[in-house]
Structure formats: C-alpha cells, structure tokens
C-alpha cells in the first residue's frame, strides 16, 4: 500500500485560547503575510486545506506552493488538489453514492475484512428531497396527499435510504434528513453549514461539495463549496481529494443599496445577466465591496444559488459579521459562533466589507450599484434573459412571432390573437398565448428569504382584502425549502391570505422548478395542446430551461414569490403592470400593482418580529426523530444491506465481482472491438442515462421482462440506484451521432454479425463473446456536468478505454476512477487523420512500471501502430487506476 507522509507543514501550526480552551489551527499568515493580504478570501481557503492536508501523496508541497502563488493573471491550468471538509448528497443523486457503499461493505466481508469498517471517513449529509411532486394543489390537505403519494412511489428507495442510515447496517459519519423536511440547500444553510470546524480542538475552515449543482447556495454563509459528480463526491467521502484547477476569481463589487420596491431576485437576476456576459465559466466569482453589508445572508445566498446560471464554480461571500448574525438567528450555539469568530479573524479569513483595506487583488473586477436595480424576471427559456417588468409585455410579443430560438416560438402571424374557450368547473374562461397556467413559489432559490416569502405574504393578503382573486384553473403552490418558512408565516398572519389564493403549502422539496409540477387540469391541457398555445409558467425558481417545468408550459418566467402572485392575479404575462389592473376589486373600483405592492420598509418590520431562532431550533430537533411515514419504514437488522433480486430500483453493482484481495499486475487491452465512433463535443448528456425511459428502448424492455408497465417506468434519475437499468440507459440519447451508422441514435454495429442494434443490446453481445470493448472520440469528449453514471455507465457495458483528442477533466478523472483508460491522441493526430474507421479492433499492451503521461502503442488489426498519451495526469490516478478504480482501492485499503 501506498505510504503517507507526515505533515511538513506542522510548524505552521498555531494556537488560540478560546474561553478555558485551548485550540490549534494551521495559520496560513505564517508564509508571507502581505502576500496573504492580496490573495481573494476564496483562495485562501484552498491554501489552508492544501497546509493542513499536506502528505506529499495526495497534497505535495508543490501544491501548496501554487495555490501560495497564486496570481492574478492564472492562465497556466495548474491542477491542485482540494480536502473538502464535508459532503452533502440530494436523494437522486445520494442512491447511487449509498449503494456503492452497501456493495463494499458485501466486498470487503467477500474478501475476509470487517464491513463495518466501510465508512465515510468525511462527515456527509443526505437530504431526500427531490421526490414529492405537485399532484394536489389548491387544496387544504395538498401536502398530506402529495406525501403520501411520495411515499408509495418512493417506498423502496426510502426504504433502503433508512437501512443504511438507521438500520443495523448503518453507515457511520453520516446523518440523513428525512423526506418532508426541506430542501437540500436550505437545510444546509439553516442546520448543517458549521462554518467552521471544531475537531478535537483542530479548527478549520467549513467547505462542501454536493450532488446538486446548486451546493453553490451555501457561498452566501462564507462557506466554500459547489456540486461535483457522484463518483468525486464518493472519492471525498472515502478520503481523497478532488482535481480542479486553480481558479481565476473575478472580484464582483457591490456599491449602493436596494430600492424600496426592489426584491433579492430582482438583483439575482440582474447579476446573473451580467455575470454571463463577462463570462465566469470556470472561474470563481468573489463579492465584496460597501454594498454587500446591505444585503442579509438570506439574500447572498440567493446570488449565490444561482452561480450555476451564470456559470461559475462558485459565487463567494467571505463570512462578516452579518453572517454571525445569521448563526444567531438560526439558532446555533452561542458558544460555537464565539469560536468561528474567533477563529476566522485569527486566520485572516474574516471580512469587513466597509474596510477596502481588505480588498483582495482579484484577476478582473466587474460592479454593480445595487440602486440602479429594477423589478424584473428571466425567460422564456434562459434564467439569464433578464426582461424588466416593465418591459414583459412587448417582449413576449415579440418572442411569440420571432424564429424559433432562445427568444422565440415562430407563431404565425394570424395564430397570435389566437383565443381558446373552455369550460373548467362548470364556468367559462378563455386562454391565449401568454396566459399563465403554473404559479409556483419554490424551494430553490427564494425561499430561503424571509424577505421576499413576507413579502409574497403581505401582497397576497392585500390583494384579498380589496377583493383579487386567482383563477381557479391556474395551478398555483408553495413548497417551502423547510419547515421554518411555515412558522414564520403563520406567525406573521399572512399564510391563511396565501391560501386564500390558491398557495396552499403543496410539500417541502425540490418540485416545479426540476419538473415536478404534476399535471394540469384536463381541461387546461387540452386547450393547449390543440391550439399550439404558448401557455406560461412563472416560478421563483433558478432554471426555466424549454420542457422543464412542464411539456404543456413552453415559456417560464423566472420571478421574485410576491411577482409570482402578481402574475397569478393577472392571469397572463401580458399586463403592463403601469398601465393595466390586476383585475376589479370588491367594490367595482379597478387595483393596480402599485396599490398593493409592499414597501421594503414593511417587509423588515414584519420579519423583525416573525423570524426567530426558537422556530428553527425546534424545525431541526425534530429531524434525528424522523416523521411518522419515514418511521413507519421497515427496515432489515443485519449487518449487511439484504439485496432484493426482485428490485428495480436497488440492485447490488457488479463493481467488486472480479476483485481479489491482493492487487493483480497490470492488464491492458486485447483485440477490442469499437463500440462507438464520436465526434467532437460529446457530452455527459449523451453518455449518462437521463429523463424518462423511452417505450421502445433497452431499460423499457428490460423493466417489461420484470413485469412493468409503461406508466410504471418513473425516470433514470429515480432508478440510478439500479446499474442494469443504467446500463441500458448508456448512450441512449437520441441525439448521439455515431460515425459507425448513418443517422442520429442510440444505435451502433456488432462487426462480427454486421447486424445494427441499440447500443446496449450490442454491447450485452460483446460481453457474452468475451471481448473488451473501446470508445473514440474526438475534442471536449465528457463536457458538460459530471455525472457519475456517464463513467460507471460505460464500464458496465465493457468499456475499458476511450481514445480522444481531448477530455473535459472531471470526465477524464472519472473514467480513471472507474478504472477505464483515458488515451489521447498525439497532438494534431485523430482517428480521420490516422485513417481508423471503426471497424478494426485495438489492442493496448502495458508496461508493469507504468508512469504518468506515459506515451504507448496501440496496435490495429490490419498491423498498423500508433502512439497515444495515457491521460493518468497524477500518481494518485496511476494508483486508482491500477487496483482498477478508486471504489477496489479504497476496498484494499480498509482491508
């Protein structure tokens, strides 16, 4: 096994008195304190993890002296490793991370070793929370029902959530949430952020990474951290640090305050349209200046939820003593947030946004003022098409009648005053392009805010009062990111004036904004879809992307909760709120917007009084107890998860099948044929099963010979628990273009028989001839986000190398973490240039003193060679790589 070294850095360890204590902490300042002073707070973070995780095996000093020198004009894609100090799992996305530990827990007992001794050795967190849909609304007992339909769908994936969280085979460092809580994102900024850790006196900051591409959210705390794959957020989990490359961070000022009428999203939505036209991908985004101390963490936090839109890794808020307020008001221990004070100012890690003594120097700088600010909303398609309120109107106009696109739907001319009768609940009401059909005010971004849900709450109460009311047929909720919303809105008076309008609370979780609407009435669909109308939905959610939130919705409008009512009560996105009323009021008179729009005044005043830290402490004390479905689960009392053969959803891997306990030499590659010929720009999209299951495809058959029905198949992502369901779902993307057939599919040749299937039903062949199989590719091959199943998917149907022009770099470690080699044709070389067709078949000897980088040959069967680059960029890969993936290396390792 591979040595680890002793901290060389030990001697920047430094000691700090906190009351009778006495505490020690890796002092970055130690090295070059005015060097430190220029280095963005976001930095230094990676800096302290580099010091204190320094074993010249996973960390080298050489890492710790890049991240020290970092500079301004970063364009040298330096590769540094990065220690999160904790990981944070959604369900979906959580099952497969979770079986993955059942299956080497049955591994290493396989093996002779103690299974319990499988652990995450990082503190990591689940959520469940993308499982409950809007099927009830505007209903008294919407939330009962939509539980309780939650339940019945999720009873096998609940159940082994519990077993392995709960049971006798429960795994330890771990803490689950259970459904019906709240939203990963919220809870984690209510309960789980600790901003700093305390580990048996060792202090350090807090970071994370997640399975949710929006973990960025938890950036408004002053906590580092932002969504990874599954298979990186396993490597965490079990120890080892995540590549990346070493950052530019654009410094993103803030001047001004907002306005009177102006709401977080408002300025969200306004950063977002700005930030993308910067262009931040890849780089990390650092606030500072005057005008953050305005803005409440609730409202960082927003911006920084939406980092995913405008395309950074990460959108970063130092902590200050706004964030210390926030600890208070959620409850956390007074003692605790002594010591992050304490601690953070000690480590030069803590931030006084009025003092520009602190300001960092940063690779660019952009500003905003924040009074410049105007109410507005995204869409129809994009969450960074920003369109001021006062503008809607004729933006939708002109969207209806351009060309397709981004900003268009191409609607004739003489189908734009298009008008549809229907009779819903025994009245008649008419539709027509722009009217809104789905109102919802989601978990996602804004929830987390007492300042636009009070807000929401005293529109809508004003609104009933004067005599407004909401269309019936229109499908309106509310789905609070957690528990604590609720109090704060009964409290405060205004949750019954929310329901008076429709906004029943429909569930706590992750539901309109990632398409979990459920259906619109019948007689609302029907309209819809027979007269091609460009119906609207308006959400407070952060992505609106075309066919998200609902097939039947082609335009979505991302929105503040208070401009979610406002559209609801119009009724259609096409009212100048200036010019036109909401509707008639109770005595005939007609109520504008302004009438009833409240002051931000108001708002401060209201939350002041209704948002205190006895709600969210009793809200989390109840999470370790669970509810009353969740504790009614039955779960098995073994040691070991007792898998189901019968299951579709939860299937043992078959990862650790072949493994011995002591590492076999070195195997390459012989006479593999090519499963598939790509082009350039494949993205994890193509390769990684997603969505519904198509009827006529691999997983629909395979899920019918288990006796399925159609309305039965539920999605990939509720199934990813299920490897052969996945495995069917590899490279099912109707869109993949394989050069080895002629049109767009998930289809490819088995050579031996010439025969044409779908690609996993040729590879199932392969498998049972005994032959290996590889993949070519051209340039970017894996762009896009990091899915775990885009790696794990391909070595499930025989892949045991790809060869490309180039990676997308988490793909590239991913496919090593699977232990599938990624090969990179020598520079200016492809498989055009080299005359391959597809048709032969490739063997790829290697050597047992196998380096990093390593150039080798690759021999064709028509007796051609050529050279390719073995992409192990690390020694830490190479070792992944030789016990044939990071799962069987950390499988030895705990034998």
């Keep these: 096994m591979e040595s680890v070294g002793a901290n060389p850095f030990s001697s920047c360890l430094q000691t700090l008195r906190v009351g009778d204590r006495e505490c020690h902490f890796y002092g970055i300042s130690k090295f070059d304190e005015e060097k430190i002073k220029k280095i963005p707070f976001s930095i230094r973070v990676l800096l302290e993890s580099a010091i204190r995780n320094c074993d010249n095996f996973h960390v080298s000093e050489k890492d710790v002296d890049s991240i020290l020198n970092w500079s301004p004009s970063m364009d040298q894609n330096i590769e540094i490793p990065f220690k999160p100090a904790r990981v944070i799992l959604q369900d979906f996305t959580g099952v497969p991370v979770v079986v993955d530990f059942a299956a080497m827990r049955d591994a290493v007992k396989k093996l002779g070793g103690d299974p319990q001794k499988i652990n995450p050795v990082c503190p990591t967190d689940l959520v469940i929370d993308h499982s409950v849909q809007v099927d009830v609304s505007r209903s008294a007992d919407a939330l009962e029902k939509n539980q309780e339909l939650e339940f019945e769908r999720n009873k096998e994936r609940f159940s082994f959530l519990k077993a392995s969280f709960w049971g006798a085979s429960a795994l330890k460092n771990m803490l689950i949430v259970p459904p019906g809580s709240g ?18 006196g060792l202090l350090y900051p807090d970071s994370v990474v997640g399975t949710d591409s929006h973990t960025t959210m938890i950036n408004g705390l002053g906590v580092l951290g932002w969504g990874v794959g599954g298979i990186e957020a396993e490597a965490v989990m079990l120890g080892q640090p995540i590549s990346m490359v070493l950052p530019e961070v654009v410094g993103y000022r803030l001047t ?19 930030l993308r ?37 990460v959108g970063f808020f130092p902590v200050d003593k706004q964030s210390l307020f926030y600890l208070r008001q959620t409850g956390r221990d007074e003692e605790k947030i002594k010591l992050i004070e304490q601690y953070l100012q000690a480590s030069q890690l803590f931030r006084d946004y009025s003092n520009p003594d602190q300001d960092p120097v940063f690779s660019q700088v952009v500003e905003l003022d924040l009074s410049t600010v105007v109410p507005c909303c995204s869409g129809p398609k994009l969450p960074h098409d920003k369109v001021p309120v006062t503008e809607m109107k004729p933006d939708f106009q002109s969207c209806l009648s351009n060309k397709i696109g981004r900003k268009g739907y191409g609607i004739p001319e003489d189908k734009l005053e298009t008008k549809v009768p229907f009779i819903y609940d025994g009245q008649e009401y008419t539709l027509a392009h722009g009217s809104v059909v789905i109102a919802a005010i989601t978990s996602c971004t804004n929830t987390s805010n007492p300042s636009v849900m009070l807000g929401a709450g005293l529109l809508a109460k004003k609104a009933v009062e004067v005599g407004l009311s909401v269309k019936p047929y229109i499908k309106t909720s509310l789905s609070p ?3 604590v919303v609720t109090y704060y809105l009964r409290d405060s008076g205004v949750a019954e004036y929310l329901q008076k309008l429709g906004f029943e609370i429909v569930g706590y979780g992750c539901m309109t904004c990632i398409g979990n609407s459920g259906p619109l009435p019948e007689e609302v669909a029907g309209a819809i879809e027979k007269n091609d109308l460009v119906a609207c939905g ?52 007609p109520v504008f917007l302004r009438d009833i729009w409240p002051s931000r005044a108001e708002i401060q005043q209201i939350e002041s009084h209704s948002v205190v830290p006895a709600m969210f402490q009793d809200v989390y004390s109840k999470i370790s107890i669970g509810n009353t479905r969740w504790n009614s689960l039955e779960i098995p009392e073994t040691d070991l998860y007792p898998w189901d053969p019968k299951s579709t959803y939860i299937k043992n891997p078959p990862f650790f099948e072949n493994m011995t306990r002591e590492l076999k030499p070195l195997e390459g590659v012989k006479d593999a044929y090519v499963l598939l010929s790509l082009g350039d720009s494949v993205t994890t999209d193509h390769i ?26 539920n999605s990939y992502g509720s199934r990813r628990g299920h490897d052969e369901v996945m495995a069917c779902g590899t490279f099912a993307n109707i869109r993949l273009v394989n050069k080895l057939i002629s049109k767009a599919g998930p289809r490819t040749i088995h050579f031996p028989s010439g025969e044409e299937m779908d690609v996993y039903d040729v590879a199932q062949r392969y498998i049972n001839e005994g032959r290996q199989l590889i993949v070519l590719a051209g340039k970017e091959y894996g762009s896009g986000s990091s899915r775990d199943w885009a790696a794990k998917g391909p070595w499930m149907l025989g892949v045991r190398a790809v060869i490309a022009e180039s990676y997308e770099r988490i793909h590239r470690s991913n496919l090593v973490g699977m232990g599938i080699m990624p090969l990179e044709y020598l520079p200016g070389q492809s498989a055009e240039s080299l005359g391959l067709t597809g048709k032969e078949t490739f063997s790829i000897p290697l050597p047992a003193d196998l380096e990093t980088g390593q150039i080798l040959d690759v021999q064709v069967s028509d007796g051609r060679t050529f050279r390719v680059k073995a992409r192990f960029d690390t020694v830490v890969e190479l070792t992944y790589f030789r016990h044939g993936g990071i799962l069987n290396y950390m499988v030895r390792q705990m034998l």
């Design 481 to 483: 990111g957690s528990g």
């Design 277 to 313: 036209q910067v262009g931040v991908v890849g780089k990390f985004v650092e606030f500072f200046g005057p005008g953050v101390s305005t803005l409440s963490i609730a409202d960082r936090a927003t911006i920084s939820n939406m980092c995913p839109e405008y395309g950074a890794t």
């Design 688 to 713: 990684s099963p997603a969505g519904s299951i198509a009827r006529n495809s691999a997983a629909a058959r395979y899920l019918i010979s288990h006796g399925l029905v159609p309305r039965e198949f």
């Design 538 to 589: 308006v959400l407070s959610g952060n992505r609106n992307f075309e066919g998200r939130i609902h097939p039947l919705t082609r335009a979505n409008y991302l929105a503040s909760p208070p401009l979610v009512i406002a559209y609801a009560l119009a009724g259609t996105v096409l009212t100048d709120f200036e010019k036109e009323p909401l509707g008639m009021g109770a005595e005939g008179m």
């Design 256 to 274: 001004g305050e907002v306005g009177s009428l102006v709401t977080s999203t408002d300025v969200v939505l306004t950063i977002t349209k700005h």
């Design 183 to 200: 939203i990963v994102h919220q809870v984690n900024l209510e309960y789980l952020a600790r901003v700093a850790f305390d580990e048996e």
